[in-house]
C-alpha cells in the first residue's frame, strides 16, 4: 500500500491531506479492517483523515 501525505491546508482544506493507494488484495483487507477499527470508536483529527483517505482508497480500488 502506498501513502503520500500532502499538508497544504489552506489549498484544500475539505479533502484528506493523506492520499493511499491500494495495490493488492491484502492491503484492501487490512485497509478494511482498520476502517472498521476507525468506525468503532472516537477519533482524533488525524484519525479522521486516515478513515477518510481509506474509504476513498477503497472506493477507488472497487471501481
Known amino acids: ?3 503520500r501525505v500532502e499538508r497544504d491546508l ?3 482544506a475539505s ?4 492520499d493511499i ?4 488484495e491484502a492491503d484492501a483487507l487490512r485497509a478494511e479492517r482498520r476502517v ?3 468506525r468503532a470508536g472516537s477519533r482524533s483529527e488525524d484519525e479522521e483523515d486516515e478513515l477518510k483517505s481509506l474509504e476513498r ?3 477507488r480500488w472497487r471501481a
Open 1 to 3: 500500500m502506498k501513502t
Open 57 to 59: 482508497a477503497l472506493v
Open 21 to 24: 493507494e491500494i495495490e493488492t
Open 36 to 38: 472498521d477499527a476507525l
Open 15 to 18: 479533502e484528506p491531506a493523506t
Open 10 to 12: 489552506d489549498e484544500r
